[in-house]
């Protein structure tokens, strides 16, 4: 069995001054560096289908309206290594045309050209989604993502 498409194809990350955020089709992911140590009662999460707020040791480190929906009661967060919190948000709208520019409104915006990676990586996944005989993690898109797409007819399966 080969792994999920966004297993072999890698990230895009969007750093932040907590950390980072990247998304797939179908889910938006928060890594959020805590201090070593931290426990879980030590962190306040609160996940709603617009807003985010965390909060680590009763210190907010991010709290906002998402750029986007996402499906409140399928979020969830982890404790990693007693040093990161990941947060993952399932998106309402999982297509390739709905790739978020930005975390919160109007926060943690990607730049244009982590924003351009992930269109890029966001519409091979589409691809692969919908093709899934053919391996697409060493393609490369350019060009205009949401009209058709690029022609993959040449690839082999």
Not at 38 to 67: N, P, Y
Request: contains cysteine.
């Amino acid at each position: 069995m080969s792994a999920p498409f966004e297993e072999r194809s890698g990230v895009v990350p969007c750093g932040t001054p907590w950390g980072q955020w990247y998304q797939t089709l179908e889910e938006v992911f928060i890594e959020v560096q805590v201090p070593p140590g931290t426990r879980a009662q030590d962190i306040q999460c609160c996940l709603q289908s617009r807003h985010v707020a965390l909060a680590v040791g009763g210190r907010e480190i991010l709290k906002g309206k998402l750029f986007d929906s996402t499906i409140a009661d399928e979020g969830t967060w982890t404790l990693e290594d007693r040093k990161m919190v990941r947060i993952v948000l399932t998106k309402t709208k999982r297509d390739a045309a709905n790739c978020w520019t930005s975390l919160l409104e109007s926060e943690y915006a990607a730049d244009p050209w982590v924003q351009d990676q992930m269109q890029r990586k966001l519409t091979l996944e589409r691809f692969q989604k919908e093709n899934p005989g053919f391996d697409f993690s060493g393609a490369e898109i350019s060009g205009n993502y949401s009209k058709g797409g690029p022609d993959f007819s040449n690839l082999e399966k």
